[in-house]
């Protein structure tokens, strides 16, 4: 599974990192970065978990 990020849509509300610190990461200028593009094994569920809870879904998880 892959991770990806729509910046244009991404309000940087930090939800997905408080779900998933491991795997994204907002950095002083309040900009997302996705830590681990590729989910590692037994990871799947928080990152789905991250881009369901997304205020704005700008986050997709793809296989």
Same mark, same amino acid.
């Given at each position: 599974? !892959?991770?990806? @990020?729509?910046?244009?849509?991404?309000? %940087?509300?930090?939800?997905?990192?408080?779900?998933? &610190?491991?795997?994204?990461?907002?950095?002083?200028?309040? !900009?997302?970065? @996705?830590?681990?593009?590729?989910?590692? %094994?037994?990871?799947?569920?928080?990152?789905?978990? &991250?881009?369901?809870?997304?205020?704005?879904?700008?986050?997709?998880?793809?296989?």
């Amino acid at each position: 599974m !892959r991770i990806s @990020v729509d910046h244009q849509l991404c309000e %940087a509300n930090g939800v997905c990192e408080g779900i998933a &610190a491991d795997m994204f990461r907002l950095d002083d200028s309040d !900009r997302l970065t @996705v830590l681990q593009s590729s989910v590692p %094994a037994g990871d799947e569920q928080l990152a789905v978990q &991250a881009a369901r809870m997304c205020p704005r879904q700008a986050i997709a998880v793809e296989d």
